[in-house]
């Protein structure tokens, strides 16, 4: 019979990039309430530590780790700073991800490529390949990698972003096959629309009035009636990180309220 403490993170230690705010804060969190040790990463030290307080007063232990996931040398420091701390890495949360601006494709710059695909796809390839040494040594681990529902199709303006996130969708793939032999399980996730800093961006230009209002109409259009939030993740997040996903690896989980079906639910003759 199936056992309901598979699904505990006792005694696992997980690194969780991106854990400052937003979907990984949200994560990190998560994972601290069912059992885990939490090392969260990204650049800014100080939204580090509000998490790692968060973390520490629901009586879980967290390590703050500085790094830019966009450069090789601050990847492999990350990874040997909770190595020194921890002395294993059993799951890795691949969250850390930006899209800092906006263009079409007639407009984007190469600054725009180099910084995009460095960090969602080259930093999350290498993260992974630097934990996934450690798991196979260990005897297995789990990576996790938050893709998006934009790798599945374009969203304007935001071509390089939808290119990385594709990109990384096919890197959980490649690397769930390849690992597989050594019980290390990776698989995607694939948020729609997520109330966060990064979703907030899009209105930036916007009065905080009209981003409101923005913000609700397009909460209307998705099929669920509501934009996500960063706690939508983290079910997900604990499934993918525990025992409970033994059996299941180089899957995704697209967490959108429906989004990807919209256009056929709107489509016209479409019985719904
Ligand atoms: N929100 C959505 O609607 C949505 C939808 C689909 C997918 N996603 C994906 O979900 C993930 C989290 O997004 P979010 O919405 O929570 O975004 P967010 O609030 O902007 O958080 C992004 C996180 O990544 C960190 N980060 C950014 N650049 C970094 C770098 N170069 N090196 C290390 N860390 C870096 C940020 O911290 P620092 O700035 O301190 O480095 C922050 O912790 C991303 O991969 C995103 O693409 C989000």
Known sequence: MFDLSKFSLQGKVAIVTGGSR???KAIALGYAKAGARVAVTSRKVADLEQTAAEIKAIGGEALVVQAHLGKMDEIQKMI???MAKFGRIDIL???????????SVLDAEERLW???????MKG???????????????G????????????????????????SKAGVRMISKAFAAELAPFNIQVNTIAPGAVSTKMMDSHWHELSA??????KAETGKVIPIGRIGDPDDMVGAAIYFASAASDY???TELVIDGAVLLAPLLNAPGVPI
Do not use: C
């Open 22 to 24: 937003g979907i990984g």
């Open 80 to 82: 040997d700073q909770v």
């Open 93 to 103: 949360v691949n969250n850390a991800g930006a899209s800092p601006a906006m263009a």
């Open 114 to 120: 180099d910084t995009i695909i460095n960090l969602n």
């Open 124 to 138: 999350l390839y290498f993260t992974s390949q630097a934990a996934a040494r450690i798991m196979k040594k260990q």
């Open 140 to 163: 297995g681990g789990k990576i996790i990698n938050i893709a998006s529902i934009d790798g599945h199709h374009p969203e304007r303006q935001v071509s390089i972003y939808s290119v």
């Open 209 to 214: 009035e009209e981003a409101r209002k923005a």
């Open 248 to 250: 299941a690896t180089g």
